[in-house]
Each structure stands twice: as C-alpha cells, then as structure tokens.
C-alpha cells in the first residue's frame, strides 16, 4: 500500500477519530472537510495536508483527489467517506426534495469520489470504508428520509466491491447513534440519550473511536482479505434482542 488515506469528513466525530488513529500509527493521511477552520486546527494539529471540501460543489471532489494524490505519485492508500446526514422526519412531513437532497450527499457524493478516486487507489492498492447507519436495516418511526439513503450506501458498497475486485477492496460500517456533532438534536438532550442508550443490549451510546478502530483496520493489510462487507457497530441493537 502507498500514498495517502483521503478522508472526507474529517472535521466530523468519526472521521476525525480515523484521521487522528492513522496519524498516530505513522499512516500519512489527507484531511477533507468544509469547515475551513476546524479543519486547519485538526491539521496543524496532525502535521497533515488538508483540503477545504464541499462534496456537493461540482469540482471539489476531483480536485480534492487530485492534492491528495499528485503528493505521493498518484496513489492513494485509502479513501473514507464519512460524509453523512441525519434526516428526522415523519413521513407526512418529508419531501421530495429532503429525499433527494439525503441521496445526493449520502449515496451520490460517495460515489462520485470513489470514482475520482479509482485510478489513484489502484496504484496505491488502496481500500475504501463508506458509513451507512443501523436505521438501513432496522425500522425506525421518522427515519423515512435517511434510513433509505443509508441502504442505499450499503448497496453501493457491495456493488463497487464486486466492480473493483481484486485492486480495491471496499466496505461498509453501520453504526448505531454516535456521540458526534452531527447527532447532536439527539444526544445533547440527557433524558432522550439515556432512554435511547438503554435500548442497546450495551447499553451506551457509540463513541466515535469504536466506529474508527473499525475502520482503521479496514483500511489496513490485516484486513487484506476482507470486501464487500457490512460491519455493524452498534452495541448489539441491530440483531438482538434481550430480557427486561
């Protein structure tokens, strides 16, 4: 493996647990995210090259690929997409355009910089880690919008990873409800995080290292032999069920 691991969303809980992680082990990493000023902190802090990303600006993917890549001749050792959005809504209440808006930055974004990102991964034998949710598996009252993007980034994942089989390998994690900023109108309320905590068979919150120690070995040769997979992180709530 050569070159960078990209990683879009870096200024977010998770992507940042990933970036700081692969830092630390010596993994030479690109940082990626919108806000300008967390992400200069979070790559001084580093000593990492970062880009300033909008991945719904046309041009901004390609371009972020491109200075994450020329650096280190074209390749990428990696690329993590933990871009994401968490749409809350009763279905009577959700539109057209909140569906497509959770679709294009989940499902399409993540494609887009995939494919931006296909050539350098190649060379650099890179592996891919996208995010989808518990909610794409398991139903949950006003998750109409966002539990239907999320299965679809699962099924993008096991589609690519049989499309670019042997050179990339790619797959998916699935966690349940994060402590991270974009969960915020969720676990900043203590009474609502408490119950919701409760329904896990561990019964916690995720912490957004336990999603990011996953990732980091996806994204490592341990994990050599390993694509095409859906790997839910989520203390148990997706498949079991226990007594009380």
């Known amino acids: 493996m050569q070159g960078a691991v990209l990683v879009f969303g870096a200024t977010g809980g998770i992507g940042g647990a990933i970036a700081s992680g692969l830092a630390a082990s010596g993994r030479a990493v690109h940082l990626a995210g919108r806000d300008q000023d967390r992400l200069g ?10 880009s300033v990303c909008d991945v719904l600006e046309p041009g901004a993917i390609a371009r972020t690929v491109a200075e994450a890549a020329i650096p280190h001749g074209g390749a990428l050792s990696g690329l993590v997409f933990a871009v994401g959005s968490i749409v809350l809504k009763p279905l009577k209440r959700a539109t057209a355009e909140d569906h497509l808006s959770a679709y294009r930055l989940n499902v399409v974004a993540a ?25 794409a598996r398991s139903g949950f009252a006003n998750h109409s919008v966002i539990g239907p993007a999320k299965a679809a980034v699962e099924g993008l994942a096991v589609a690519l990873a049989a499309e670019l089989a042997p050179a990339i390998r790619v797959n998916c994690i699935a966690p ?26 561990i019964p916690r919150l995720g912490e957004a290292e336990d999603a990011a120690a996953l990732a980091r070995f996806l994204l490592g040769p341990e994990a050599g032999w390993i694509t095409g997979q859906v790997f839910a992180v989520d203390g148990g709530r997706s498949s079991l069920r226990t007594k009380g």
Do not use: D, Y
């Not at 494609?111 to 909610?135: P, R």
């Open 176 to 201: 349940s409800l994060t402590r991270t900023g974009i969960a915020t109108p969720l676990t900043g309320n203590e009474a609502m995080a408490k119950a919701i905590a409760a329904q896990h068979p």
């Open 41 to 50: 902190e979070l790559s001084r802090r580093l000593g990492a090259p970062a």
């Open 111 to 135: 494609a887009e910089a995939i494919a931006a990102a296909e050539g350098a991964l190649k060379a650099g034998q890179g592996s891919v880690v996208l995010f989808s949710s518990v909610a």
